[in-house]
């Protein structure tokens, strides 16, 4: 008798450290994302430099992936426009003229960048492919910047927005060519 309640006992109490360890497991995992619980849908976070969106998963209100958001620059922070160092966007040859394509730039300091670049009229054009709606990027497509996650659309030319909800242009760099090479300045 005395054997069978301990057993029980034992059975008992690792069923409830089993318990445990799951919330606990699952608070650990979940740290990745926002700490703060969603509340109503459409909600934005900003959480370790990136921007997280509240989503309906079945029934249940949940964060999103999240997407990087570029930190802006203090105007005390800004460098000068003679002084910026130069990041390399793409090899000239790989740009068309009326064709947008998206690349990532490592500049040397800093994180990297997501730019939209095209020609016009033999100019290369490089503007943000970050969306100034919720930030998520944009993707070229024959005629315009698309905006995958809320559907604004921009001018691959000139950034202007075409279709919202987005209300601001996309950002445009000094854009710069030497040696079949096309620099922005960062």
């Known amino acids: ?6 057993l029980k006992r034992r059975n008992f109490i690792a069923i409830i450290s089993g318990s445990i360890l799951s919330v606990v497991g699952q608070r650990a995992v979940a740290a990745t994302g926002p700490l703060v619980k969603p509340t109503r849908l459409g909600q934005t976070v900003m959480y370790r430099n990136k921007k997280y969106t ?9 964060w ?7 930190p802006p620059l203090s105007a005390s922070a800004k460098p000068s426009t003679s002084a910026s160092p130069l990041a390399f966007v793409a090899r000239s040859a ?8 998206i690349v990532t730039v490592m500049p040397a300091s800093g994180a990297s960048i997501s730019v939209s670049v095209t020609r016009v009229g033999g100019v290369a054009v490089v503007l943000s492919a970050i969306c100034t709606h919720k930030g998520c990027i944009v993707e070229a497509t024959k005629s315009e910047l698309a905006c995958p996650c809320h559907g604004s659309s921009f001018n691959f030319s000139s950034g202007a927005v075409n279709n919202g909800p987005a209300g601001n242009p996309l950002r445009k760099f000094v854009s710069s060519e030497s040696a079949g090479s096309i620099l922005i300045k960062i």
């Open 64 to 70: 999103d992936d999240g997407v990087v958001i570029e």
């Open 54 to 62: 509240c989503i309906k998963k079945g029934k249940t209100l949940i």
């Open 94 to 101: 790989d740009i068309t003229e009326g064709t947008a394509k």
């Open 1 to 6: 008798m005395v054997t069978l309640m301990n």
